[in-house]
């Protein structure tokens, strides 16, 4: 067990609607990463937040956002839902800002969407 | 051409074998890290290197960063090793704040 907590575990909808998946870092940790893992595309980074400040982007659609909020649990709103969306998203957490320290980070046990 | 390759993408060894995994990278970058993803879906952070070696326990995690290469090393392997590895670096540039990931190898370790 990371530490690291992601509900609901597994989420059905249908094209064009929107969803939240919630993640809650580990005891202490102030940054949380998003990413999705998709069968064609393999692992991808989203977005970083630290301390409820976004720290940094990576290949996030418009249609997705995230924030993470005064208790450092962080929300990805993925919105506009299409097929292609249909994936694992990992959240991950670590204590500093930036991972090319000595940290570590602890992964969620992810959330799988499928849109039909 | 990807920016983070690994060799080879699929694996089976017998318990006991020394395993080797490769990964080449073609970006600067400011720190490689080492992921294990078990057949459940579940994600571990193994090793994250800027320079060197490193190890834990039996697998040890190395980086070459003038060739831009690093290999991870499991010694007297065994099935509970099975997993997918991948290796994501963190670019130097933009701060470094993106994170690319190697398409991952396919470990299966027999009994």
């Known amino acids: 067990d990371s530490g690291v907590t992601q509900t609901p575990k597994h989420l059905i909808t249908a094209t064009g609607q929107r969803v939240t998946l919630r993640c809650s870092p580990r005891s202490g940790d102030l940054s949380v990463y998003w990413y999705q893992q998709s069968l064609d595309q393999g692992l991808q980074f989203l977005i970083q937040y630290y301390n409820g400040e976004e720290r940094a982007k990576g290949n996030i659609l418009e249609r997705f956002s995230a924030q993470q909020f005064p208790d450092l649990h962080s929300e990805l709103n993925l919105s506009s839902l299409e097929l292609g969306d249909s994936a694992l998203y990992f959240c991950a957490s670590s204590v500093g800002k930036s991972l090319a320290t000595r940290e570590t980070q602890y992964f969620g046990p992810g959330t799988r969407l499928l849109v039909l | 051409k990807n920016e983070v390759e690994q060799s080879p993408q699929n694996l089976t060894a017998q318990e006991g074998e020394f395993i080797t995994i490769n990964c080449s990278y073609s970006?600067?970058?400011?720190?490689l890290h080492w992921l294990q993803q078990h057949p459940g879906g579940g994600i571990v952070s193994l090793f994250m290197l800027s320079s060197g070696k490193k190890k834990h326990g039996r697998l040890i995690a190395t980086i070459n960063i003038q060739e831009k290469h690093s290999s991870l090393h499991i010694t007297a392997s065994h099935p509970r090793d099975s997993a997918v590895y991948i290796c994501a670096v963190r670019s130097a540039d933009n701060y470094g704040q993106n994170f690319v990931f190697g398409p991952g190898t396919r470990l299966s370790v027999l009994p």
């Open positions: 970006v600067g970058i400011s720190a």
